[in-house]
């Protein structure tokens, strides 16, 4: 079955304390990237990735780290977290190319306190 | 600022009533998509449209798109209390060398049975 997998689903820290959000695909997609999603404000784009070792940032990468090792892989890293990424967030997948759809992960819902 | 706006932010009709969304943009785009969540899980891709068709039937979906008002409209006819989700428009466009999906802030649609 086609999907994005992230993990944790859940996920309660302390500010300050290094976490890692993973995100993998198995549809061997070029294309993925990280939204997070607040309340008025939709899903805006954290960082995305066209291909292996390559990453750039989004609209709000400030705070947040990623790598690109391997095609299926793109984990979300926060190397300080604080509580305003208290957030839910979401890894996508899909083809490069126009007119390609996007394929969801199940989300992550991260409190910092 | 958001590339695609949906209207209205929140939506309530009765089971069988017809529910119309509606997404206004910024820029040009190459095609516009619409995505549905259930309360907080991953978006579901429904529907995609080119910027060169004008109108699109899924099932129950119907979706249009004037480019030269930089809208478009999800309708969904016969609606179900099944239906009952937040639904986005994600618009994706060339950005520095690669299509960006953006997504609206979404419209909250009670179906009440």
């Known amino acids: 079955e086609a999907q994005v997998t992230q993990n944790p689903r859940y996920l309660i820290t302390v500010t300050g304390k290094k976490l890692t959000v993973t995100c993998s695909q198995n549809?061997?997609?070029?294309?993925m990237s990280w939204y997070r999603q607040d309340p008025g404000l939709g899903l805006r784009q954290i960082y995305y990735?066209?291909?292996?070792?390559?990453?750039d940032k989004g609209d709000v990468p400030e705070g947040y780290k990623v790598s690109r090792k391997e095609k299926r892989n793109f984990p979300l890293i926060l190397e300080s977290p604080s509580p305003n990424q208290t957030s839910l967030y979401f890894c996508?997948?899909?083809?490069?190319?126009?007119?390609?759809?996007?394929?969801f992960g199940q989300g992550t819902r991260l409190t910092v306190v | 600022s958001q590339q695609g706006e949906e209207d209205p932010q929140a939506l309530s009709i009765q089971e069988g009533e017809n529910a119309t969304m509606n997404c206004s943009y910024k820029?040009?785009?190459?095609?516009l998509q619409w995505y549905r969540q259930n309360s907080g899980r991953g978006l579901v891709h429904l529907i995609l449209?080119?910027?060169?068709?004008r109108e699109k039937h899924s099932g129950r979906l119907r979706v249009t798109l004037d480019t030269s008002k930089k809208s478009s409209s999800l309708l969904i006819t016969a609606s179900r209390a099944a239906d009952t989700a937040s639904y986005f428009c994600?618009?994706?466009?060339?950005?520095?060398?690669?299509?960006?999906?953006?997504f609206g802030i979404g419209t909250k649609l009670q179906v009440i049975p």
């Open positions: 996508a997948s899909r083809e490069q190319g126009l007119n390609t759809e996007a394929f």
């Open positions: 549809m061997n997609h070029e294309y």
């Open positions: 990735s066209m291909n292996v070792e390559v990453t």
């Open positions: 820029t040009s785009i190459n095609n």
């Open positions: 449209i080119r910027s060169n068709e």
């Open positions: 994600a618009t994706d466009a060339d950005s520095g060398g690669y299509q960006k999906v953006t």
